[in-house]
């Protein structure tokens, strides 16, 4: 009945029968997830944690084995510390900002991604996957606890879907059989095979990359010539693969990455032996090591049309998939289900209407294209299809030894950096000649803030934040509740706060959405204004 697609290293919610099961009249719920991974499970908890009854529903009974994603940027670190399961990320995870990057035998050159000071967390940890997903499981366990109305249900697989004019009729198998169940909402996080977008007769469009990677993860022995750095190699001497990359990860295991090639035997690759013969090349003969995981993948780029449909909506893989040099796939997740949340959120209690859930999709489309364009450009580099190709990027690497200005032009794979929303029909006018950083549309930058940072008092709800500016302590408009933070530049003596917020303003207002993006800013607080602008952030006045 059930053919299980991989092996769990935590069974975190094991099969128990549910009272849907027992009624004769399939129980509606105001929103169903379709997938227990990462972007499921963060769905969850942003919605469970507004009061928001959600389930999700899973063909397994917890976390896959396999490292599978490792990087984790500092946004998704942002996102999970507001959903209350930042801190024991960032303790598991190994913390990096510097990488490296050789050609041949040579480093030609090595980048820092978070050089400035003033941030809580670093720009990217190495965590593996497993990991990620049992720390948001174990916060969705103890919001449930507090009597956040969260349920997950393992070996619940959806196997139909049918689509209604204001809901979804699903039919689940379980262990003990099928049952019926319908849902207000039903949100797509069953990841790049998407069983959902198949049922719906919804397909990608993109690009498919013809070159195969494979991964190693690898238990070094005894001490390790590798710091704890992003190394890449182009055209490494050691032969084992066109390309290679290196990451080092929590429990002393390292990634390994090689570029091997289209035209290959998959299965003869993942022969232990022939996987061994690639690392021994690389690290010598005196380095001991242990296998832990291996896979074979290739680089796509593609995306669904639209996120949504109707009442469907589609987060992570399931409604985009990006290769993976660049750490976009999980990451991009994260942010799909923090510009989702909010929104359905207030349309689910009334205080938005259900037009708002089409910036979902405009937003987090724009999103995926600038992910899908920077992930294009990296494979593109890393794996020149053309002679000419070939010759530029050497000629690229070459250069970039020994002078800065073609640095920028070496693209070993742009690492993840959160979406800003240009354009957006949710941001109003800029009103304050500030940083462009933070222009309306931008992701919040951290800073300090006393004791503390700047984030940690935004909070996950609409935010008033004034920099030396007067404004009443709380404002509502149309049930919506805005919350004041009040800040002063003197309150930060390292500058930053003002650097990123301030500029050359002697004063500013931002106002913050519940994804701490910014939805508009002023030099002085004007209550029509703001009024005005939170109307339009909410779907209101577009």
């Given at each position: 009945m059930f053919d299980d697609r991989y092996t769990l290293a935590f069974k975190a919610y094991p099969y128990e029968r549910s009272s849907d099961q027992d009624?004769?009249?399939?129980?509606?719920?105001?929103?169903?997830?379709?997938?227990?991974?990462?972007?499921?499970?963060?769905?969850?908890?942003?919605?469970?944690?507004?009061?928001?009854?959600?389930?999700?529903?899973?063909?397994h009974e917890g976390v896959g084995m396999g490292s599978r994603a490792i990087c984790f940027a500092k946004r998704s670190l942002e996102i999970a510390d507001r959903y209350g399961c930042g801190d024991e990320m960032l303790d598991k995870g190994v913390v990096w900002n510097v990488g490296k990057v050789f050609h041949q035998d040579r480093q030609v050159f090595e980048f820092n991604l978070l050089p400035e000071e003033g941030h809580k967390f670093p720009a990217f940890i190495n965590?593996?996957?497993?990991?990620?997903?049992?720390?948001?499981?174990?916060?969705?366990?103890?919001?449930?606890?507090?009597?956040?109305?969260?349920?997950?249900?393992?070996?619940?697989?959806?196997?139909?879907?049918?689509?209604?004019?204001?809901h979804v009729v699903l039919t689940v198998m379980t262990p003990d059989g099928p049952y019926t169940l319908e849902a207000d909402w039903l949100i797509g996080c069953d990841g790049a095979a998407s069983p959902l977008r198949r049922m719906l007769?919804?397909?990608?469009?993109?690009?498919?990359?013809?070159?195969?990677?494979?991964?190693?993860?690898?238990?070094?022995?005894?001490?390790?010539?590798?710091?704890?750095?992003?190394?890449?190699?182009?055209?490494?001497?050691?032969?084992?693969?066109?390309?290679?990359?290196?990451?080092?990860?929590?429990?002393?295991?390292?990634?390994?990455?090689?570029?091997?090639?289209?035209?290959?035997?998959?299965?003869?690759?993942?022969?232990?032996?022939?996987?061994?013969?690639?690392?021994?090349?690389?690290?010598?003969?005196?380095v001991e090591y242990e296998m832990v995981w291996s896979s074979i993948y290739t680089f796509q780029c593609k995306r669904m049309e639209h996120f949504r449909s109707g009442p469907v909506l589609f987060a992570g893989d399931a409604a985009h998939q990006v290769s993976p040099f660049g750490a976009r796939g999980a990451n991009s997740g994260m942010q799909d289900a923090d510009n989702l949340g909010w929104k359905l959120g207030l349309v689910i209690k009334g205080k938005a209407?259900?037009?708002?859930?089409?910036?979902?999709?405009?937003?987090?489309?724009?999103?995926?294209?600038?992910?899908?364009?920077?992930?294009?450009?990296?494979?593109?580099?890393?794996?020149?299809?053309?002679?000419?190709?070939?010759?530029?990027?050497?000629?690229?690497?070459?250069?970039?030894?020994?002078?800065?200005?073609?640095?920028?032009?070496?693209?070993?794979?742009?690492?993840?950096?959160?979406?800003?929303?240009?354009?957006?029909?949710?941001?109003?006018?800029?009103?304050?000649?500030?940083?462009?950083?933070?222009?309306?549309?931008?992701?919040?930058?951290?800073?300090?803030?006393?004791?503390?940072?700047?984030?940690?008092?935004?909070?996950?709800?609409?935010?008033?934040l004034t920099i030396d500016a007067d404004a009443p302590d709380t404002l509502e408009e149309d049930g919506i509740t805005i919350r004041r933070v009040a800040v002063s530049a003197k309150d930060d003596a390292s500058g930053q706060l003002a650097a990123r917020y301030l500029g050359d303003a002697g004063s500013a207002v931002y106002l913050i959405r519940p994804d701490q993006h910014v939805a508009a800013r002023w030099t002085s607080f004007d209550e029509a204004s703001v009024r005005q602008a939170l109307r339009r952030a909410t779907g209101k006045d577009n």
């Open positions: 009624q004769e009249a399939p129980v509606r719920h105001p929103v169903v997830v379709m997938g227990g991974g990462p972007v499921g499970i963060a769905t969850a908890l942003d919605l469970g944690r507004q009061g928001i009854p959600v389930l999700v529903l899973d063909d965590m593996q996957q497993p990991y990620f997903e049992q720390f948001m499981i174990e916060r969705a366990r103890a919001l449930q606890a507090e009597g956040a109305p969260i349920q997950i249900r393992g070996k619940n697989r959806v196997d139909t879907v049918q689509v209604k004019d204001d007769g919804l397909d990608f469009t993109g690009r498919v990359f013809q070159d195969s990677f494979l991964i190693a993860d690898i238990k070094m022995k005894g001490n390790t010539k590798f710091p704890t750095e992003r190394w890449f190699w182009f055209d490494p001497p050691f032969k084992s693969g066109a390309s290679t990359l290196l990451h080092k990860q929590p429990d002393d295991v390292w990634r390994i990455d090689f570029q091997i090639g289209w035209d290959v035997d998959r299965a003869e690759e993942m022969k232990e032996e022939n996987i061994r013969a690639r690392l021994d090349a690389m690290l010598g003969p005196d209407p259900e037009t708002l859930l089409d910036s979902y999709d405009t937003e987090r489309v724009y999103g995926a294209d600038e992910n899908i364009l920077n992930s294009t450009r990296s494979t593109d580099f890393i794996t020149p299809k053309s002679e000419i190709s070939h010759i530029f990027r050497d000629a690229v690497l070459t250069l970039s030894e020994h002078h800065e200005f073609a640095r920028p032009l070496v693209n070993s794979g742009r690492l993840s950096v959160p979406c800003t929303y240009d354009g957006s029909a949710l941001n109003s006018a800029d009103a304050l000649a500030g940083p462009a950083r933070t222009r309306p549309g931008s992701p919040c930058p951290d800073a300090p803030l006393g004791d503390g940072f700047l984030l940690c008092h935004l909070g996950n709800d609409f935010t008033l």
